[in-house]
């Protein structure tokens, strides 16, 4: 049977790892640098790209690629690159088409990580990026392409702003352009949104979140969905587009047609730049991939009724979540989102940053941690952890406001974990 006839749900258990006769069920951990080989001249057709094969686990291995397929299958793609965490699966997305004199535009509702190495290391290699709101107009948006821009960026749900992109009008603004749209899928998973089925060229996670689902282990992925046409753009692309030298002169879209990207992708910047994670590491995401498309409906409803809950307690100042019919996103959500969004909201207490602390301090079954999308509930208070070195007005600055708790509930009984949050509002 076709993958693509399967569903999400049965792709999240059977994509990837096909045993044959009387081999393991469960996806074999191949925790091996190398592969040996009979001759000398099978050896060589590997490092030309003559042949697929295995041969130094810092270019790819059996179990990290069985996982990359289950997960090109889920959003729909051609094929997939694992690599050691979110950060380096959106600089290598990047960087693959994108060098020294290149530019990017992205939504400048992104997580801050990803802010960060656009708007301060990028520049350091010679790489531009202008920052658009996700709300500025076709207009202002055109006018921040240059002849130099490469590549498009978004999230389908920005972490922690909770807004959500509308995904066709950037993928339109960025063919306009002539440059693919690179989304960033981390939030919505490919059990509630596939950014390629609407216009997307390619989808990067931090598969640390939901797809591990367990907080055991950090990676990223890389998601070629097969239909940019590189060549009709090959004064942007010559990359992909011209013979590269440190493989004999071979030319990607013509030796690899649709996967050219992704074998790129492999080939120069996991060669050269390594980041490619461990094999246990993608046994352990594979088996949280197993269970994706039943955790992810739960974190929705739990997270939409603490949502309500909250909104409707009165010593909450404010809650954000684009699942509730009042967030000026929600028409949004409900186009792309219809299913529901994600397990991330977040809320500001009446008062200041010490009822934040306070409130937090108080919680039980809640912990504090720098840890989103987790079965298990977490909170965390920007202005006293991870941006605690700004003022109030620095904060303001930079979008997040100074009472501003972030709260990614987890699969735990939605009224064990309202009761928890309405014990500690009761003792601030
Ligand atoms: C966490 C996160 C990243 C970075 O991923 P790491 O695995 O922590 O390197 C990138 N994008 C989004 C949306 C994230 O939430």
Redesign the pocket.
């Known amino acids: 049977m076709s993958e693509k006839k399967l569903s999400v749900d049965t792709l999240c258990i059977h994509a990837g790892w096909k045993p044959g006769n009387g081999q393991p069920r469960q996806l074999p951990i191949i925790q091996s640098t190398t592969f040996p080989y009979d001759s000398s001249d099978d050896m060589a057709a590997l490092f030309d790209l003559e042949k697929s094969g295995y041969f130094y686990t810092r270019l790819q291995n059996p179990t990290s690629d069985a996982v990359a397929a289950k997960i090109a299958a889920l959003e729909g793609g051609v094929a997939g690159v694992l690599t050691s965490?979110?950060?380096?699966?959106?600089f290598f997305a990047v960087f693959n088409i994108c060098e020294a004199g290149g530019h990017i535009v992205a939504s400048n509702e992104?997580?801050g990580?990803?802010y960060n190495l656009f708007g301060v290391t990028l520049p350091k290699l010679g790489i531009e990026c202008t920052f658009v709101s996700p709300d500025a107009s076709d207009e202002e948006i055109r006018a921040a392409v240059r002849p130099n821009t490469r590549a498009f960026f978004g999230?389908t749900i920005?972490?922690p702003g909770c807004r959500v992109l509308d995904i066709e009008r950037f993928a339109r603004l960025a063919h306009e352009a002539g440059v693919p749209l690179i989304i960033?899928n981390?939030?919505a998973t490919p059990v509630n949104c596939r950014p390629l089925e609407w216009g997307a060229d390619i989808v990067t996670h931090?598969?640390?979140?939901y797809m591990d689902g367990h907080a055991t282990q950090?990676?990223?992925v890389v998601i070629d969905g097969g239909r940019f046409d590189w060549d009709a753009h090959s004064d942007k692309f010559p990359g992909l587009t011209t013979p590269d030298e440190s493989y004999h002169g071979l030319t990607y879209t013509k030796a690899f047609g649709q996967q050219a990207y992704a074998v790129k992708l492999t080939a120069q910047l996991m060669r050269d730049l390594g980041a490619s994670p461990a094999p246990q590491n993608a046994f352990l995401l594979n088996l949280g991939l197993e269970t994706l498309h039943l955790r992810m409906p739960r974190h929705c409803e739990n997270a939409l009724k603490v949502a309500r809950f909250l909104k409707n307690d009165p010593r909450v100042a404010w809650v954000n979540y684009c699942g509730l019919e009042d967030n000026k996103d929600y028409e949004k959500a409900r186009k792309y989102l219809p299913q529901g969004s994600c397990g991330v909201l977040s809320f500001g207490l009446k008062g200041d940053r010490a009822t934040a602390i306070s409130f937090m301090d108080s919680l039980q079954l809640i912990s504090i941690a720098t840890h989103?999308?987790d079965a298990r509930s977490c909170v965390l208070h920007p202005a006293s952890h991870t941006h605690r070195q700004l003022s109030d007005d620095q904060l303001r600055e930079a979008g997040i406001s100074p009472d501003l708790i972030r709260l990614s509930v987890g699969i735990e009984n939605a009224d064990d974990l309202i009761a928890d949050i309405k014990q500690a509002l009761d003792s601030i």
């Open positions: 965490s979110g950060q380096a699966a959106n992104i997580y990580g990803t999230e920005s972490n960033d981390t939030f931090s598969t640390t979140k950090v990676g990223g989103v999308a």
